[in-house]
């Protein structure tokens, strides 16, 4: 069978064709990105007061204007949070004597009086949105989502990542079934198009649906792109490629700052962030079909021409030579493989006790992962202080992370990588919990400190989950590995609701599951300079002579037995054979 792998790992650098064609799968990742954090701004909740319902006629009877005076007469003082109350007000509708709203000026209001105490409250239904607040208009305020009802803001979140978990398994199918440059340009314009209806939603109702379905069409535009990008390059800077793209991801965030910063409307900006999208139906010109796909589908003569375009000297290469005389028939190319093999699923990850535990824990960390990525990236407008520059600061720290993650994982292996990233994510985190919301700068030091981190442990995950996993499930492992990151995505919106309760409690939850994650990643086994797994039963026994930290302090501390030696020693002939006997 052809091997694209033997075409590309003789070349020492990238041609210009192949590096066109990473530039181009590289501005979707940034537009993706966008569109993923951009609920920070179209939910950002907009400086309020509580209104009298007949506020306006009051104004115009006495002829007066309506200033803080009046407002701090009409709401009560809100404890907790040290201000006037913005949902509950006086029960003061049949109050309308001019005296009583305008009174002696000279004569301060004390808001926390008995008198005051004593009034009947009210839940407030109608609001005045300040006019210098720092954006003009958002969903919260055209939707109402405010007080009672603001917990909506966080749903839509929610079921927009559901989009996007929908989404990864439908146009993953198409990818693979129709080609990556197809999948591409449908989901692409697909998703522009609901993303542009989003921006003319009249109804919170149908601004949820549009938004879900621009999610369904918009991620799957990145994952095309990471495995395009991936594909078309020698193995060597495979791992560059990916990581590539997931910075470029992380820069879409910066992009969404400065997008944010300029553009203060919500509907305004969502039509900014969604229009480049549908640009992207140029690419049916300009994109060339992965190759490595083409060859997949028997599409021979379509696979040497592309790789005559993205290699320098093809011509002559025997691979390619091989990929013509099949196509005209002068050769037969054997077919056979794995694939026509026994097909995979889910379930075999769980089936052996050693797989299913080792599974479980990476489901967990990469749903951890997830949770506190989106979490630390949603929440970054909420610390105070300029929410424009805080979200382009949370996108920058991400991108160092990316990258220094590789060298750091050749060095020093992929479990403590693991383990170390997402423990430093957790202790930055949870310390925001004894910091005091008045030392801003502090606040967000430790959040950039956690969305490092994090970002880190997100590119670890991801190379070690390739290895882990034997051959055979490696790409379902990832991929339901994945589906549980997309899960994370769905929780961590109701993660931030916790700041209704205390304002640090959602970093506190954040910052436990990490360090939980943390400290399991230490029980997977190190895979780093170690011949991979090839079958499940290898897969089943793989690691089990390795010991967890936990192991080797438990020796020190207590001893080893004899017959914990021995039971350590026979573990592979006891589990082989189990392994052997469920799969079968």
Request: charged residues 20%.
């Amino acid at each position: 069978m052809v091997e694209l792998d033997v075409i590309l790992e003789n070349m020492e650098r990238l041609s210009a064709r192949q590096w066109q064609q990473m530039i181009l799968m590289m501005i979707p990742a940034v537009l993706v990105g966008s569109q993923m954090g951009a609920m920070v701004f179209l939910g950002a909740d907009i400086g309020r007061r509580c209104k009298l319902p007949r506020e306006e006629e009051l104004v115009k009877k006495c002829n007066r204007s309506w200033g803080l005076r009046q407002t701090m007469l009409l709401v009560p003082w809100n404890a907790n949070d040290n201000q006037l109350d913005t949902c509950q007000r006086f029960d003061l509708d049949g109050t309308e004597e001019c005296s009583y709203w305008w009174n002696d000026s000279s004569v301060p209001i004390n808001v926390t009086n008995s008198r005051r105490e004593n009034l009947t409250t009210v839940e407030c239904k109608n609001w005045s949105f300040e006019e210098n607040s720092t954006f003009a208009s958002t969903v919260v305020n055209e939707f109402g989502l405010i007080c009672g009802e603001s917990y909506k803001t966080h749903l839509a979140q929610s079921f927009f990542m559901l989009g996007v978990l929908i989404g990864c398994t439908l146009w993953g199918q198409v990818s693979d079934r129709f080609g990556r440059k197809l999948a591409i340009l449908a989901s692409a314009l697909t998703g522009g198009f609901f993303a542009v209806a989003v921006s003319f939603a009249n109804s919170y109702a149908l601004f949820v649906v549009l938004r879900s379905l621009a999610g369904s069409c918009i991620f799957p535009v990145f994952m095309s792109c990471y495995v395009m990008a991936a594909e078309i390059v020698p193995p060597q800077y495979r791992v560059r490629a990916g990581q590539t793209c997931q910075a470029m991801f992380a820069a879409g965030f910066c992009l969404l700052a400065l997008y944010g910063y300029l553009v203060r409307v919500w509907r305004k900006l969502q039509l900014l962030l969604s229009l480049p999208l549908l640009g992207m139906v140029t690419y049916y010109w300009i994109v060339f079909e992965s190759p490595r796909w083409l060859i997949s589908r028997g599409r021979y003569e379509d696979a040497g021409r592309v790789v005559r375009k993205l290699v320098k000297g093809a011509e002559e290469m025997e691979e390619v030579v091989n990929l013509d005389n099949i196509a005209k028939g002068t050769i037969s190319e054997n077919q056979e493989s794995e694939q026509a093999g026994k097909k995979y699923g889910p379930l075999d990850l769980l089936k052996t006790p050693n797989l299913r535990a080792r599974s479980l824990k990476m489901f967990y960390c990469w749903l951890v992962c997830a949770c506190v990525y989106y979490g630390l990236t949603l929440n970054s407008a909420e610390l105070g202080g300029d929410p424009f520059l805080n979200l382009f600061l949370s996108g920058v720290v991400e991108i160092p992370a990316v990258f220094l993650c590789i060298p750091v994982i050749e060095r020093w292996g992929r479990r403590p990588s693991l383990s170390a990233s997402l423990i430093m994510a957790g202790i930055a985190c949870t310390a925001m919990l004894f910091v005091s919301p008045e030392l801003l700068w502090l606040n967000v030091i430790l959040s950039m400190m956690g969305k490092f981190a994090i970002s880190a442990a997100f590119g670890a995950a991801y190379i070690y989950t390739t290895e882990l996993y034997p051959t055979p499930v490696r790409n379902v492992g990832i991929g339901v590995c994945s589906s549980f990151a997309r899960v994370g995505g769905i929780v961590s919106p109701f993660v931030a609701m916790l700041s209704s309760v205390e304002k640090a409690l959602p970093y506190c939850v954040f910052g436990a599951m990490s360090i939980i994650g943390g400290l399991l990643a230490l029980t997977l086994p190190e895979v780093l300079g170690i011949r991979l797994p090839e079958t499940l039963e290898e897969g089943e026994t793989f690691g089990m002579d390795q010991k967890s930290p936990f192991q080797v302090v438990a020796k020190k501390i207590f001893g080893a037995k004899e017959e914990d030696q021995k039971r350590e020693n026979s573990s592979k002939k006891i589990y082989e054979p189990v392994a052997k006997r469920v799969l079968e």
